[in-house]
């Protein structure tokens, strides 16, 4: 309700974000067009990857991953040369696992990022159920300064110092959840060397190399 009336410029770099009056222009950048969803006021765009085009894609500050895309869009999108391996999320439906692939490129209008994480979701998937191609999540935005204006019809991205910094990615394939001091691998990337070694999800890591895990590792 309230970014349907109001802009929202988001500054991640200093985490920190505020309401404006749409129309206002805090900074300069990069200016890409935007549309209210119908029936939900949320903000849409189109990518494209490798001349591609998708769209309708929303413009989800709710959502940790970079770019994720309906399985039915998969046809043609050029990923890079390293066959896909598989993550798992966490959404309003609950964990769902999803493929992952890396795109040399996205381009969101004028906008062109470099080494994007791509997931690509099961047919019935939270992006089928809305209707819409996929989603733009916060491993994009927070590269940026982003001011999101859905009455004025625009999204304005500046530079920062995490605009260049490469996607994150897995080097050993397992992924954990905190419980206590022990970690619970909740996942096991396919293909990746954790798989290869043998871990299977709910195995537990009690100790590294003799060590306990400390809080927060």
């Not at 935007?34 to 591609?52: C, E, K, Q, S, Y």
């Not at 906008?111 to 994009?140: F, K, M, Q």
Request: hydrophobic letters at 40%; a neutral charge; glycine letters at 12%.
């Amino acid at each position: 309700d309230l970014i349907g009336t109001y802009a929202i410029d988001i500054d991640y770099e200093h985490k920190r974000f505020r309401l404006l009056a749409s129309g206002r222009l805090p900074f300069r950048g990069i200016a890409v067009p935007i549309a209210p969803m119908p029936a939900f006021g949320l903000a849409i765009t189109d990518v494209r990857l490798g001349g591609i085009r998708h769209r309708p894609m929303l413009i989800d500050t709710g959502d940790g991953a970079a770019i994720t895309l309906a399985r039915q869009r998969l046809m043609g999108v050029p990923l890079s040369d390293q066959p896909l391996t598989s993550t798992l999320a966490y959404g309003l439906g609950g964990p769902v696992v999803t493929d992952l692939g890396f795109a040399p490129a996205v381009s969101i209008g004028a906008l062109n990022v470099r080494d994007v994480e791509v997931r690509i979701e099961p047919p019935n998937g939270y992006s089928a159920t809305l209707g819409i191609a996929g989603r733009i999540g916060n491993a994009v935005l927070s590269r940026y300064r982003v001011l999101i204006d859905v009455p004025a019809g625009r999204a304005v991205f500046a530079p920062t110092s995490a605009t260049d910094k490469p996607s994150d990615r897995s080097t050993s394939g397992i992924q954990t959840a905190v419980e206590g001091r022990i970690l619970r691998v909740i996942h096991v990337m396919r293909g990746s060397p954790a798989e290869v070694a043998g871990w299977h999800a709910d195995d537990l890591i009690c100790s590294v190399d003799g060590s306990p895990i400390g809080r927060g590792d």
